[in-house]
């Protein structure tokens, strides 16, 4: 579970930009040591949105950069890197009153993250659902 924001701001009939960001945090305990682990993920992203007007349901499709800030923390070492990655988006918006949407989305984000225990892709797929206020 993931939890973040993000604003659209029309900038033609049908195109958006979007600015957004999410934040990712879990603890865990390895069960053979005890020792715990946080990790943090922060990517902040943008781009361009193609969106369809039509009526209730108003479809779009949205490409974009990240820049993705991953934070491990043990007893021992902390490892803090930031990369730039690639963000896509798909949903659509939901029209439930004057000025309230429900948001449902899939995103597929991709930032290859090199850290001294190997690299790994700190992006993948995503679906979310959100409440907006559009005017």
């Known amino acids: 579970m ?3 924001g993000e604003i659209n701001i029309g900038i033609a009939r049908f195109i958006e930009l979007w600015i957004g960001g ?4 879990k603890t865990v305990r390895d069960a053979a040591t005890g020792d715990e682990r946080k990790v943090s993920l922060v990517p902040l992203e943008a781009g361009i949105k193609l969106r369809l007007h039509h009526g209730v349901l108003n479809p779009y499709l949205g490409v974009g950069g990240g820049y993705f800030q991953y ?8 490892v803090r890197e930031k990369r730039p990655g690639l963000v896509s988006q798909a949903g659509f918006f939901i029209k439930i009153a004057r000025f309230f949407v ?11 993250m090199k850290t ?18 559009e005017f």
Not at 22 to 25: D, E, I
Not at 102 to 112: E, H, M, T
């Open 2 to 4: 993931n939890y973040g």
């Open 22 to 25: 999410h934040y990712f945090g």
């Open 71 to 78: 934070k491990e923390k043990t007893s021992l070492v902390t």
């Open 102 to 112: 429900i948001d449902l989305s899939a995103q597929y984000k991709y930032c290859p």
């Open 116 to 133: 001294a225990s190997g690299t790994f892709d700190v992006g993948g797929f995503h679906i979310g659902a959100g409440l907006g206020v």
